[in-house]
Nanobody, 121 residues
Framework: QVQLVESGGGLVQAGGSLRLSCAAS????????MAWFRQAPGKEREFVAG??????YYANSVKGRFTISRDYAKNTWYLQMNSLKPEDTAVYYC????????????????WGQGTQVTVSS
């Protein structure tokens, strides 16, 4: 059974940093696309960042502030979030799919349970 488990969320002041982790079990994702999405109250779940051996991809709203990375040996991927803003407040989800990185949530087969990130002003 495949499981994705996020950790690292919390409350931080504007301008601060957090690092999210997503640990996968049940299969390896070495050639898969791994991504982070987020969902704020009353809004659609949106793409934040994705990574595959072909490169890293970011939403314009986080480019230059967030960095996605992965550790193949640990079957884990990360989202380093710097210069956080109140508008980054959301539940953050990790996701995985076979194939290329896409920005569409419906393309992803595997999801974590989500971790809350709250940025205070």
């Amino acid at each position: 059974q495949v499981q994705l488990v996020e950790s690292g969320g919390g409350l931080v002041q504007a301008g601060g940093s957090l690092r999210l982790s997503c640990a996968a079990s049940g299969r390896t994702f070495s050639s898969s696309a791994m991504a982070w999405f987020r969902q704020a109250p009353g809004k659609e779940r949106e793409f934040v960042a994705g990574i595959r051996w072909t490169g890293e991809y970011y939403a314009n709203s986080v480019k230059g502030r967030f960095t996605i990375s992965r550790d193949y040996a640990k079957n884990t991927w990360y989202l380093q979030m710097n210069s956080l803003k109140p508008e980054d407040t959301a539940v953050y989800y990790c996701a995985a799919r076979s194939g290329v990185v896409t920005t569409t949530r419906y393309d992803y087969n595997y999801w974590g349970q989500g971790t809350q990130v709250t940025v205070s002003s």
